[in-house]
Nanobody, 123 residues
Framework: QVQLVESGGGLVQAGGSLRLSCTSS????????VGWFRQAPGTDRELVAA????????HYANSVKGRFTVSSDKFQNTVYLQLNNLKPEDTAVYYC????????????????RGRGTQVTVSS
């Protein structure tokens, strides 16, 4: 069974930072685009960042540009999401997802996703 596993969530004060990690024991991120989504209770799922496996080009939601950074370490088979200058509205469950198709990933029609990690930002 393919698994994506997220870690690094937690409780942080506004203005603080966290680094989330996404790993897989079965998928090679050399062959999959990876995205970070988030969803808070009562809200729609939002793609916050994504990275292409072909050239490491990235995509960010406007709400996180300049604050979040997605990166990939292919030797460790891990994709990171660095969250800086966190705001209370960033509070959500963050999960990673993978797909060979970039548009499928961006549109949320993904082949694989993890269970998520909770990020809570206090004011």
């Amino acid at each position: 069974q393919v698994q994506l596993v997220e870690s690094g969530g937690g409780l942080v004060q506004a203005g603080g930072s966290l680094r989330l990690s996404c790993t897989s024991s079965r998928l090679s991120f050399n062959s999959y685009n990876v995205g970070w989504f988030r969803q808070a209770p009562g809200t729609d799922r939002e793609l916050v960042a994504a990275i292409r496996y072909t050239d490491d080009s990235t995509h960010y939601a406007n709400s996180v540009k300049g604050r979040f950074t997605v990166s990939s370490d292919k030797f460790q088979n891990t994709v990171y999401l660095q969250l800086n200058n966190l705001k209370p509205e960033d509070t959500a469950v963050y999960y990673c997802a993978a797909d060979t198709g970039w548009m499928d990933l961006v549109q949320g029609a993904v082949d694989y996703r993890g269970r998520g990690t909770q990020v809570t930002v206090s004011s």
